[in-house]
């Protein structure tokens, strides 16, 4: 699933070619992604001029003259910007065509993604408004995760995945930093200091920072805007390496499930 620095990568590869662009035709080829794409919106969009984009979470922002264009790129979904008319393929489900020959096309093999438009303030929207703080923001911190965590028995893997405590670290992420910080994934929450949940948020916005400055990590499809691979998967430490030496002790990478999700750590660098 595309996460935090890949959605971000993703709206820094678009951006350039969407900005102060006058939507000049909206067109959807299926009924529903995630949930049912609204046909009366490939009469609402053109001639809307598109003069801000926005990242909340794993949504992207696409504010237009008369509303807000949400994006969701799901498990595996993908934007691309491609010059108008270009032949669709099988899973390419909507294009938004600028006046100036471009085309934004949203592709989902899974139709887990979302195309939402809303005229009012899109942070107020029931996708949004209950998300937690944005990890590479100030509000993100150690003392915040502390104090959220007090008396919470659940893994703090699981802990920092939730996001309504903080958004965008999704299952790689949350796995990499975890080692980098030198906390076990199932140790529960509650049990973590206030040090270590200090460290901890350092590796997190460290690893996002990182991923984002690389295109962010390719494990199954995602690709950039441009269609290029992310180069995170390269730096990848723990994730995806259960039997394989750690990088530190050489002790192997052990692998277990928590919260349905595969999660994989050193446990002898791990405590």
């Known amino acids: 699933m595309p996460e935090l620095p890949e959605v971000e990568t993703t709206l820094r590869g678009i951006a350039p070619y969407v900005t102060n662009r006058t939507i000049l035709e909206c067109v959807f080829r299926t009924a529903k992604l995630r949930w ?9 969009l053109p001639q809307q001029k598109i003069f801000k984009l926005e990242r909340r979470a794993k949504y992207l922002l696409l504010f ?3 509303g807000t264009i949400i994006l969701h790129l799901g498990m595996s979904g993908s934007l691309r ?13 909507v294009d938004l065509i600028f006046t100036d020959g471009q085309c934004l096309r949203l592709t989902d093999p899974r139709k887990f993604g979302a195309f939402i438009f809303t005229q009012d303030d899109p942070y107020d929207h029931k996708l949004l408004h209950k998300l937690g703080p944005e990890p590479l923001t100030d509000s993100f911190s150690g003392s915040y995760l ?16 939730d996001q309504q405590t903080v ?13 980098r910080a030198g906390i076990r994934p199932d140790r529960a929450a509650g049990r973590v200091g ?39 998967t390269q730096q990848l430490q723990v994730y995806g390496r259960t039997g394989k030496p750690c990088v530190i002790c ?4 052990h692998n277990q499930k928590l919260g349905q999700r595969s999660t994989f750590y050193c446990p002898s660098c791990q405590t």
Do not use: W
């Not at 049912?36 to 609402?44: F, M, S």
């Not at 491609?82 to 390419?92: F, I, N």
């Not at 990590?217 to 992310?230: C, E, L, R, V």
């Open 167 to 179: 958004v965008g670290v999704g299952n790689i992420y949350a796995s990499e930093a975890l080692f």
């Open 146 to 161: 502390h104090t959220a965590a007090k008396g919470r028995r659940l893994s703090v893997k699981q802990f920092i995945m």
């Open 194 to 232: 206030l040090g270590r949940y200090n460290v901890l948020v350092d590796a997190i916005k460290r690893i996002l920072n990182e991923a984002i400055s690389v295109g962010g990590t390719t494990i199954n499809d995602f690709s950039q805007a441009d269609g290029k691979p992310g180069y995170f």
């Open 64 to 66: 237009c003259d008369r």
């Open 36 to 44: 049912p794409l609204d046909p009366v919106l490939c009469h609402r």
């Open 250 to 253: 050489g002790q192997l990478i």
């Open 81 to 93: 910007i491609v010059p108008a008319g270009t032949t669709e393929q099988k899973h390419d489900h």
